[in-house]
């Protein structure tokens, strides 16, 4: 029996960190100093510029339909749409999959993030789908999110917009509209957070340096 | 943080609790899709091991594990096997030869799937073990009410039956006194366990006392075939003392809803028509039954990845 109480292997449980994707979350790692690579000015400006690029390549714009990826992809999505229906007056909709359950990494790590909200309000068919994620690295969300998109349909094109491209892809994964491209190291963390507390409506992109130990790092999550 | 195996709710606490609730949650919505299947668990394999009979459970760990993509295999001993207590270990050791990534084991003895536990190197998870726990029940149970009532906190839970011999209501009880219920029992004094007081619950004999101001309502089955009546002086008089109908609902609150771990005796627990329609939600529960072992399997099923890493971790730890 107490064998049983201490069986859980030592990894399980973490993982959780090694996703690529972030949470707007205020003051998260907030001990670490965090470099400003995007302002709330230089998000909006580049969310103008891809509804615009994206109205350009579009064409037929009320086909659109705009899937984000939580949780960082949700308000993005949703300033895109916003965006769109400045631009070009068309009512896109908006999307939220979780790419959870998609993921690789599951069975290798043991680990089991928790599982975040899925709401299509319409179906996919025929339709172009634009993902949306704050940053893309690897490239191993999108093609998860990929994977859970073809669960509602059938749409007609799959394009992939990112906030920030910061390289590493592992996975023949290309963005058609991009923010912004960074190069970053790989222990880096580039994440979307609110920029000031209470003020969701702000928000800036930041890089976080590597935790100095990664075992304590993991520990302490 | 979540075991290895889910046993019974007992060992669970609170965060353990909301934690596989949660997870229920978004798994109600892929019940919902067109395509009803999501890649988590491919290429894994989940086992029923069910020694006892049982249509309902087996059939929603069954649906669940598929709709998630492992392999589900059912796999039912023979009652002459089940008589000798080292086949069931035998049993469980040939099954563990065959790497599954979770067992799920049902039998009609008290402890058996933790002893299978102890022998095992997947996770073991309790289907119901006697009149001990039926973990995954008082888990649709709770996610029933939280999304009937936005909340569990505060309410008052009655649960009316034969509490003595149902692993139901003893799981119920722990469930929802660990989310911050208020647990009350209505049942003829043979049905009540002596001091079942001191699991935080107040006994009553009078069903109206214990349907006062109550925000739940679960009516338990009475089980024939295990009392042989000789707890009740009969059906009929426990029907019309203790089975719930219109009239009777009019003490608790207005907007209880009313629950039944099923298979429900018509007319005996339940009035027919509270059997089939609101303020029962039978059918909820056995929707979120499906979603809620989802969460069980994906929280628990391969997680542990090398057979016999028990053996190691424990000497580790």
């Known amino acids: ?221 | 943080m979540i075991g290895r195996d889910l046993l019974g709710i007992e060992d669970l606490d609170r965060e353990d609790i909301v934690r596989i609730l949660d997870t229920a949650e978004h798994m109600v919505e892929i019940g919902e899709r067109e395509v009803k299947k999501v890649p988590t668990l491919r290429g894994r394999t989940v086992v029923n091991l069910f020694f006892e009979a049982s249509t309902r459970t087996r059939a929603s760990f069954e649906i669940a594990g598929k709709r998630l993509s492992a392999d589900v295999i059912n796999f039912t001993p023979s009652a002459s096997s089940l008589k000798k207590s080292e086949s069931i270990l035998d049993t469980a050791r040939t099954l563990d030869a065959m790497d599954p990534d979770a067992v799920v084991v049902r039998h009609s003895v008290a402890g058996v799937p933790r002893r299978i536990a102890d022998v095992l190197g997947a996770p073991v998870i309790n289907a119901g073990d006697g009149a001990h726990e039926h973990p995954t029940q008082a888990l649709l149970d709770a996610l029933t009410v939280r999304q009937q009532k936005g909340r569990v906190e505060g309410l008052t839970v009655t649960i009316i039956g034969d509490i003595l011999h149902s692993r139901v209501a003893r799981s119920n009880i722990y469930a929802f006194r660990k989310l911050g219920a208020e647990v009350r029992l209505a049942a003829p004094p043979p049905m009540i366990p002596a001091g079942v007081e001191c699991l935080g619950v107040k006994a009553y004999t009078s069903l109206r006392e214990a349907l006062d101001g109550a925000d739940v309502v679960m009516a338990l089955r009475i089980q024939n075939e295990r009392l042989g009546g000789a707890y009740v002086p009969s059906i009929r008089e426990y029907s019309a003392t203790f089975g719930l109908d219109r009239a009777k609902l009019d003490f608790a609150k207005d907007d209880v809803i009313v629950m039944h771990p099923g298979p429900v005796n018509r007319g005996v627990e339940l009035s027919h028509d509270l059997a089939d329609h609101r303020p029962s939600v039978i059918l909820d529960q056995v929707r979120n039954g499906v979603a809620l072992r989802m969460a069980v399997l994906y929280l628990f099923a391969g997680r542990a990845t090398t057979p016999g890493s028990r053996e190691v971790a424990g000497g580790a730890g």
Do not use: W
């Open chain 1, 1 to 221: 029996m107490t064998s049983q109480q201490s069986a859980r292997p030592p990894g399980s449980g973490t993982g959780e960190k090694a996703s690529e994707r972030s949470a707007p979350d205020a003051g998260g790692g907030s001990q670490q100093v965090a470099r400003p690579l995007l302002d709330s000015t230089d998000i909006n400006r580049s969310l103008m510029r891809i509804a615009h690029e994206i109205i350009e390549r579009s064409e037929d714009p009320e086909n659109l339909y705009l899937v984000a990826v939580p949780n960082g992809g949700i308000p993005l999505a949703r300033q895109l749409a916003a965006n769109l229906a400045q631009v070009a007056g068309v009512d896109v909709p908006v999307g939220v999959l979780d790419t959870t359950l998609y993921r690789d990494d599951l069975i290798s790590t043991g680990s089991r993030p928790a599982l975040r909200t899925t709401e299509m309000p319409s179906a996919v068919d025929g339709c172009v789908v634009l993902l949306v994620d704050d940053v893309v690295k690897t490239g191993r969300t999108i093609r998860a999110a990929m994977d859970a998109l073809m669960d509602f349909g059938r749409p007609r094109a799959v394009q992939v917009v990112g906030l920030v491209d910061r390289g590493h892809r592992e996975l023949p994964i290309k963005l058609d509209y991009v923010g912004k491209n960074v190069p970053t190291q790989v222990g880096e963390e580039v994440r979307l957070r609110s920029a000031g507390e209470g003020d969701s409506e702000r928000l800036e992109v930041v890089v976080l340096p590597p935790p100095p130990d990664p075992g304590a790092g993991e520990g302490s999550k």
